[in-house]
């Protein structure tokens, strides 16, 4: 098990701003079981599935006939028009989700400066924040070439952090020095994730304290 | 598995089968809690477009959108052990990302990135119809009507047509509405859109 244990920090709930259809309805329950907890052994308000199909009698909801059917349907062919999943995303998602158990945490990308991905240019260079409660990793990226970049990353707080970047060519792996730096040298551009194991002088790799989203070089 | 039927529908119809997608949803779902990467990752792919349009109906940006929508499937995997069915999957996934996004816009501003693309405001529909790429008389005609829906009816009548009825509770649960609610309240904005698309001679002509 994780040392993180099972209290994952809880951000906020978001306000309900009165912009909300349900300004006036009950505001989510802070306590609830949900969703970080494990659900609760068969005494929860958690209904079995509804046996029925879509056409079935839904108890308060109305009866959909053909044109409300045409109308729905309408209505998720436009909003995928107009505003389509990025054809990338599930590629990206594919390839953050192929890691073995994730008890550590998850780190959000909350800050990028810089030029955006893709972009070519002799200078180029960003930087990209993550955070989560107990970890922040800022990494600085470096154009090479048009194949490889260079990494310089810091993370705090210090720790025996071992630090693997998953590329789609494979696995780069360095340590975190004691000031919680490392570079990454000669990283292929393309996808790349970071996964932060402990770092152990011996034996099996660490288990794993933290991943990032992935991130396109 | 080859005797599994192919993940990849990007908009099912889901008023059609419904049962039956459902029923697949249930086992791709338990067997990407034993383990199998090609099961979760059908789930993802049926999943990922309600998910996306739940979030950016909360005005992120595309880019941090999909970065929402990837924290939220990796924090899955730590608890995927601890869901239960379809329903508890959709409201762990709606609440979760609802609460990831929301976090990340407070960063963002915290950081004062106000004009951030992970900030810009996009009101939905975003796009005016006349540049809209809809193949059709009858989407454009749909999208004008939309347009001039409540922002509430427009937010809920997104997400709705992309969950089963089944899920509309846990839909709901995720939204902080209260369980049955979603029913209704369908009802209500579909019965004005209605009333909004008779008048349009570029709907009713079909």
Redesign the interface.
Known sequence: MSDVGDEEP?????P?DG????ST????DGDGP??????MDGDG???A??P???DGP?????P?DA???R?????????????P??D???D???F????E????E???????IGAAPGARGGEESRTITF?SESLTIMVAITVRDDERVRLDGWLAPVGDHLVELRTSRGLIVTRADDQGRFTLEGVPRGLAQIVIRQALDVGPRGTILA?T??MVF | MSDEPAPEC??P????R??ER?DRL?AQLRRAQEGH?EA??AV??DL??ML??AV?S?GLG?QAA??????T???L???LH???????LI??LI??A???????R???RA?D?ADDD?LAR?P????PPDD????DE??RA??KA?ARLA???R????I???V???D??AVA?A?????????????RC?TK??RL?AEDPDWSRS
């Not at chain 1, 809880?10 to 978001?14: G, K, L, T």
């Not at chain 1, 912009?19 to 349900?22: C, E, I, M, N, Q």
């Not at chain 1, 953050?96 to 890691?99: F, K, P, R, S, W």
Request: glycine share 8%.
């Open positions: 809880r951000p906020a709930d978001p309900m912009d909300g259809p349900w309805d009950p505001p989510m949900w969703p970080t907890d494990p659900p308000p958690r209904p599935d509804p029925t199909g879509e839904w108890p308060g909801d109305p959909l044109e409300d059917r109308i729905l349907d309408g209505l998720r062919r436009v909003h995928a028009s107009a505003d999943v990025p990338t995303l599930l990206r998602l594919r953050v989700l192929a890691l158990n994730v008890m550590g998850v780190l959000s990308m909350t800050e990028e955070d991943v989203p992935s | 990007p908009t119809s889901l008023t059609d419904g049962p459902r249930a990467g979760l990752d993802v792919a990922t477009p996306w349009h950016r909360q595309r999909e970065d929402v929508i990837q924290t499937w990796l924090s995997l730590r608890y601890t869901i239960e069915n379809p329903a508890g409201e762990w609440t979760t609802r609460r990831e996004a929301w976090r990340v407070a960063a963002s950081e990135l992970a996009v939905d529909p975003g796009v809209l790429v809809v193949q009858q989407g749909l999208w939309v922002q509430p009816c937010d809920l009548l997104r709705v047509a992309f089963r009825r089944p509309y509770d649960a939204l902080g509405m209260p369980r049955g609610s979603i029913g209704p309240t369908r009802g579909l859109l209605r698309l």
